[in-house]
């Protein structure tokens, strides 16, 4: 099991930055590709962005893209996200993926964290 911890969020203005960061926990995640998904009020959760467990790819949503940075430290079990530029609707609550298929013939495993508030003023 993989527990999934965000912090980092907050009250922004738009134009600010900030960086979330997510905790794992229970075991090593170097195996496991990592995302970062948000939710705004009234919408369905969406992708923000996801890195392999090397840290050597990375894709990004189009409303993201040159923003928002995703960045990872196996050393720590840690997940970040960098969010510059930010704007009114990048407001929503950040969530935490971290997902694996262990095995050729098995499901793929998802781990989530209880997510971090981020909201951006005009």
């Known amino acids: 099991q993989v527990q999934l911890v965000e912090s980092g969020g907050g009250l922004v203005q738009a134009g600010d930055s900030l960086r979330l960061s997510c905790a794992a926990a229970?075991?090593?995640?170097?195996?496991?590709?990592m995302d970062w998904y948000r939710q705004a009020p009234g919408k369905e959760r969406e992708f923000v962005a996801t890195?392999?467990?090397?840290?050597?790819?990375?894709q990004y949503a189009d409303s993201v893209k040159g923003r928002f940075t995703i960045s990872r430290d196996n050393t720590k079990n840690m997940l970040y996200l960098s969010m510059n530029s930010l704007k009114p609707e990048d407001t929503a609550i950040y969530y935490c993926?971290?997902?694996?298929?262990?095995?050729?013939?098995?499901?793929?495993?998802?781990?989530w964290g209880q997510g971090t508030q981020v909201t951006v003023s005009s």
């Open positions: 993926n971290a997902h694996i298929v262990p095995c050729i013939e098995c499901k793929r495993l998802d781990y």
């Open positions: 229970g075991r090593t995640v170097s195996r496991h590709a």
């Open positions: 890195i392999s467990g090397s840290g050597g790819t990375t």
